[in-house]
């Protein structure tokens, strides 16, 4: 049990160390105030925060995401073509496309694909 706390304290000791020497090699400047400063999409954060941005961007990026994680799940149906049968296969493709088109469908019923708005 004093080994373990022998040991315990010298690896304390010596991580507090090298922490220690990182801090004062480190070649921080906090004069710049642009670098001292979070980057954030663009926004200046110096000014308000709740500075309107355009709504048609976010849907575009929940689109993307959205087929994005498509691309992920089809994947893995593709090696399943040689270890089951090509009915189930089939199916299971044919349900999820058209699951997939339903929803692209349905956003463009919605407008949320015409940049025009």
């Not at 040689?82 to 493709?93: D, E, G, L, P």
Request: hydrophobic fraction near 55%; include cysteine.
């Amino acid at each position: 049990m004093i080994l373990i706390l022998y040991l315990f304290s010298i690896y304390m000791v010596i991580a507090n160390i090298m922490m220690f020497i990182s801090v004062i090699l480190s070649k921080k400047s906090f004069m710049d105030r642009e670098k001292c400063s979070p980057f954030e999409c663009g926004f200046d954060p110096q000014s308000s925060s709740r500075i309107p941005f355009s709504l048609h961007f976010f849907l575009i990026t929940v689109i993307f995401l959205i087929f994005d994680v498509e691309i992920a799940l089809i994947f893995p149906i593709i090696p399943l073509f040689k270890m089951v049968n090509f009915y189930i296969w089939s199916s299971t493709c044919f349900f999820f496309m058209f699951i997939l088109l339903l929803g692209l469908y349905h956003e463009w019923n919605q407008n949320m694909l015409n940049w025009t708005n």
